[in-house]
């Protein structure tokens, strides 16, 4: 299968930039070949003091911050670095309770991700805080088997024709065409798209995905459900995106 892309502006504008301040050296090597192949660089330091350092000296467009770090703690790296820095940062942390949530928000945060998460809803949060921020290099288009979406104004086009789509099933449609040639679990698209946990119960998303099938006629065939697990976008070629904006 192949690897999930994100659609990366032209070289005309610079690509996203990425600080990573956690102790985890092998989750920052993960997330460093993860968030490459979506074509973000993600420059990771390991400890507090060093971390702060780095947003003091900009040039990255987002932070990710690690709550607990030897040396300056997210929660107090976050405090000082909003005294000259603006930078969005999202906490990524193992302590879930409500009161550390409030802690990382009332600090600064502008997302707050708990551990362990999924790497594709980390990608949704990125992508999400750099449209409200407005520093994002989003793509104009998605396009994959026939499907293309049209970014800035949530459109719905198969060969040529808009097809009308309610919001939620655009998301749903999103993520799947993002994550083209991989299965997408329930888990993972109920995390991006209702902030929660999924439900075995929850029959939501299967509802979602039969009216897309039934919209995008016969492309809808290239949206397949794997029994147990979740749904796969499976087009016939690798997905491409468009100029960005």
Known sequence: MPEPTVPTSRDSQPPVSILLIDDDVELAVMMEKFFARNGIRVESVHDGIRGLA?????????VLLDVMMPGLDGFELLRQARRRSQVPVI?????????????????GADD????????????????????????????????????????????????????????????????LVRSAGRVVSRSELTAVLYQRRASPF????????HHLRKKLGRQGGLIRTIRGIGFLFQAPEDHKGGQGV
């Open 54 to 62: 780095k947003v003091f000296s900009g040039g990255h467009h987002l």
């Open 91 to 107: 906490m990524l942390t193992a302590r879930t309770g409500q009161a550390d949530r409030v802690a990382g928000l009332d600090a």
């Open 202 to 209: 929850d029959r939501a998303l299967d509802v979602h995905v």
């Open 112 to 175: 707050y991700l708990p551990k362990p998460f999924g790497p594709e809803e980390l990608l949704a949060r990125v992508r999400a805080v750099l449209r409200r921020t407005g520093r994002s290099s989003v793509a104009e288009f998605l396009e994959a088997g026939g499907v293309k979406l049209v970014v800035a104004s949530r459109e719905v086009r198969c060969e040529g024709e808009v097809v009308a789509v309610t919001s939620f099933e655009y998301d749903v449609l999103e993520c």
